[in-house]
């Protein structure tokens, strides 16, 4: 159990990355001890409180992509448990006099009491994670900036147990520059091994494209929920040791203007980079200390500057608008410290791995998809009525129709991408109507897209990694990247394992998708228009490609695609559409001859209505 846990979270990447910049933090940490003034000391000893929380907000928004304003509100919590929890009972009966019996008399030392607050506050986060994991990536930092809100005002109001808007003073002083160095490296290394882990390679996929995540198996709602309890909990951390650090705080220290600096720290780093993220706290500490130096005016030689009201927050303004015009990506975009000590912009391409054959056992087990009186309604547009059709395992069936005949829209339906409005959805029995996207994935559906869906910002093997590890809980980091070495040399593009997907050609791209698909080890396979805008040879390997996983799997495929030669070669039947409905069903010859189909196709075009016939609808009715 704890063998495979470990399979899955550790890695080599994030394991040096979190080495080399837990390093770094203990190195500036005891660097300043060692060699710095007092108000250095000082000055470092608040940027590690700092880069506790922007490690926090890296780890939710940078893996989820969904950018939080709403953590200072987790920090606040912390600061304010983790005060009541170690302060002297005497000073808490006279701060917060409405505190219950048990808290009141309820005195923990600082490690005792960081452990409870991280666990008191991750479960607060858990919460209101339930809600806020449900909205999309573009409504996310406004409903976290409403959570700020709401606990700010709640902390004002509840001043009987949280002394309102007054500071709270008297916290014990447990933090100095060595607590706080150890808990800022710990808590990056963590962050950075989460980053590299199963379950953070799969949040970065949605970060990418929730559709395609979904589509391959990756749960978004639990594991953006997991992503947010666990930064939530380490906010908390931040705010204890800001407490704890200061003796003193006040709810007004834990609004608007920490989240603005904290945000700045993370953008101008990088938001995608764990490293980036130290980069900007680095970065934005520094420019801070000499803005506020120059706020209360300076000379300039012959020239005093006067005082300049805001001009620390003038200058965070220009510098993120800078950093956003010039980088948006951030100081680092998406490379890491690992990456740029072993000379790596991207990660190089390695030698394939020697591979088995064969991907997926043959499965003697007979599978039936079948697809009973489906009909999907957009608004007034009835894309789909009362559909039927079955596949059995091994059997290549090829769905055609013209445009907007409703082939994409029933692949939707199948595999939960679009939810059916009536009619059923079945493999062996089982029900998959109304099913969630990634429930079908990993019941053993998987598909591509007509329009290309990669994880363009992840490497290729990484885009097959996730849908490896999504749907096999036991495989291990090591065990989901043979299979997928696997896969990618199968489809001829293992020595493109390491390259960014987003840059490949498009021919290539596709073969991607084909390999991440095939990944799920899936008993029913749904290509829509894979060979959409390929050329003939690329065309041609690819049908290879399918023939020979047909015949080394018993995996059942529903292909569309509007290039008659593909269709004719490779399928056993066909289901032809028009208009939502089946228009006829049967061998390739016999669609061929099919006086229906002929006389669809033929009455489309003398009626003159719907677009003209295309050259491959030319080819079934020639
Ligand atoms: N999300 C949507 N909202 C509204 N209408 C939609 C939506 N998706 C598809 N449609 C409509 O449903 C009908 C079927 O579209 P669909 O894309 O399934 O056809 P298709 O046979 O796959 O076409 P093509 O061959 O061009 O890909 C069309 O009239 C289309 O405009």
């Known amino acids: 159990m704890m063998g495979a846990f470990a399979g899955r979270w550790l890695t080599k990447q994030g394991g040096a990355n979190g080495a080399l910049l837990a390093l770094l933090i203990i190195a500036i940490g005891m660097g300043s001890a060692l060699l710095g003034s007092p108000a250095m000391l000082n000055t470092v000893t608040n940027m590690m409180t700092a880069l506790v929380g922007v490690m926090a907000i890296a780890l939710f928004s940078g893996n989820s992509g969904a950018l939080s304003f709403g953590h ?190 904290l945000v700045v720290m993370l953008i101008v780093g990088g938001v995608n980079s764990v490293s980036g993220a130290l980069a900007g706290t680095l970065v934005v500490t520094v420019m801070i200390e000499i803005l506020r130096r120059l706020e209360n005016g300076f000379s300039l030689g012959v020239v005093e500057v006067p005082q300049i009201f805001g001009l620390t927050i003038i200058g965070l303004s220009l510098l993120i608008m800078a950093v956003l015009y010039y980088r948006p990506g951030g100081l680092l975009g998406y490379r890491e410290l690992a990456d740029i000590l072993s000379r790596r912009s991207a990660p190089v391409a390695s030698k394939p791995h020697s591979v088995p054959a064969q991907v997926t056992q043959k499965d003697a087990e007979k599978h039936m998809l079948r697809v009973a009186s489906v009909s999907k309604v957009y608004g007034g547009v009835k894309a789909l009525q009362e559909v039927s059709l079955e596949v059995a395992s091994g059997e290549i069936l090829g769905l055609i129709g013209p445009n907007g005949s409703g082939k994409s829209t029933l692949l939707a339906c199948i595999s939960g991408t679009q939810s059916a409005s009536s009619g059923s959805i079945r493999m062996d029995g089982a029900e998959l109507a109304g099913l969630p996207a990634f429930a079908v994935a990993q019941s053993g559906i998987a598909r591509n897209f007509q329009s290309i869906r990669l994880f363009a910002n992840l490497s290729v093997l990484e885009n097959v990694l996730v849908a490896v590890l999504a749907n096999d809980r036991t495989a291990t980091q090591a065990s989901a990247r043979h299979k997928a070495m696997t896969l990618l040399d199968r489809l001829a593009i293992a020595e493109l394992a390491h390259r960014r997907s987003g840059d490949l050609a498009y021919g290539q791209q596709r073969r991607v998708e084909i390999a991440r698909a095939l990944a799920l080890d899936p008993r029913f396979l749904l290509l829509d228009e894979p060979a959409a805008g390929m050329n003939e040879a690329e065309t041609g390997d690819l049908l290879n490609i399918l023939g020979q996983t047909m015949r080394e799997t018993s995996i059942g495929l529903i292909i569309v695609d509007h290039d008659m030669p593909l269709i004719m070669r490779l399928c056993h039947r066909l289901v032809v559409l028009n208009r939502g409905s089946v228009l006829a069903v049967g061998a390739p010859q016999e669609i061929q001859n099919d006086e229906t189909v002929r006389e669809a196709y033929f009455g489309r075009r003398r009626s003159g209505k719907g677009r003209p016939i295309t050259m491959q609808q030319r080819e079934i009715i020639a």
Request: glycine share 6%.
């Open 72 to 261: 200072v509100a987790f920090m606040a919590l912390g600061a304010q448990v983790s005060a009541t929890l170690t302060m002297p009972p005497a000073l808490k009966a006279q701060l917060f006099p409405a505190l219950p019996d048990i808290l009141l008399h309820f005195q923990a030392n600082f490690a005792v009491a960081l452990v409870l607050t991280a666990i008191l506050v991750g479960l607060f986060a858990f919460a209101t994670g339930l809600a806020i994991v449900k909205l999309s990536s573009a409504t996310i930092p406004i409903a976290t900036l409403g959570l700020l809100i709401i606990v700010n005002s709640l902390i004002i109001g509840a001043d009987g147990v949280t002394r309102g808007s007054q500071a709270v003073y008297g916290i014990p002083k447990s933090v100095d520059i060595f607590v706080v160095s150890a808990v800022a490296a710990l808590v990056t290394g963590f962050i950075a091994l989460f980053k590299e882990s199963a379950a953070g390679l799969a949040l970065r996929a949605t970060r990418e494209d929730e559709a395609a995540a979904a589509a391959v198996g990756v749960d978004v709602a639990r594991l953006r929920l997991l992503a947010w309890v666990l930064s939530g909990a380490v906010a908390a951390i931040a705010g204890a040791l800001i407490a704890h650090n200061l003796s003193v705080f006040s709810p007004k220290d834990f609004y608007l203007d920490l989240t603005f600096s």
